[in-house]
Nanobody, 121 residues
Framework: QVQLVESGGGLVQPGGSLRLSCAASGSIVDIYHMRWYRQAPGEQRELVALINRGGGTNYAASVKGRFIISRDNGKNTVSLQMNSLKPEDTAVYYC???????????????WGQGTQVTVSS
C-alpha cells in the first residue's frame, strides 16, 4: 500500500509564486522517476516536469525557465517551485511516481489526489 499526497496549491496572482510538495508513504523499497502533471477542465492531462533519481530533469516547453522540480530521496518527496505564474497555469496538479513496492517484483505507477492551482487577479 502506497500513497502520494500533494500540498501547496491555492490562489495566486499573475506573476506570483507557489511551491507544491508531494510526499510518498507506505511499503516503499525505492522510488525512481517522479513527475508532476497538470490537467485543466476539458483538457488532456499533460506532463509538466520529470526528475530522475540522479537529479536529471525535463520540463514542458510552456514552463521551462519558470518552474523547478526537485526531490529529496531520503524523505521520499518531490517538489515543484512555480514562479512567474500565468493564468494559463491554472489546473489541478498531480504528483506521479514509479515505485518499487515491498512484495512486488516490478515498478508500479502511483498518483496523488491532485491539488488545485488557480492563477487569477
Amino acid at each position: 500500500q502506497v500513497q502520494l499526497v500533494e500540498s501547496g496549491g491555492g490562489l495566486v496572482q499573475p506573476g506570483g509564486s507557489l511551491r507544491l510538495s508531494c510526499a510518498a508513504s507506505g511499503s516503499i523499497v525505492d522510488i525512481y522517476h517522479m513527475r508532476w502533471y497538470r490537467q485543466a477542465p476539458g483538457e488532456q492531462r499533460e506532463l509538466v516536469a520529470l526528475i530522475n533519481r540522479g537529479g536529471g530533469t525535463n520540463y514542458a516547453a510552456s514552463v521551462k525557465g519558470r518552474f523547478i522540480i526537485s526531490r529529496d530521496n531520503g524523505k521520499n518527496t518531490v517538489s515543484l517551485q512555480m514562479n512567474s505564474l500565468k493564468p494559463e497555469d491554472t489546473a489541478v496538479y498531480y504528483c506521479n511516481a514509479d515505485i518499487w513496492v515491498s512484495g512486488y517484483d516490478e515498478l508500479r505507477g502511483y498518483w496523488g489526489q491532485g491539488t488545485q492551482v488557480t492563477v487569477s487577479s
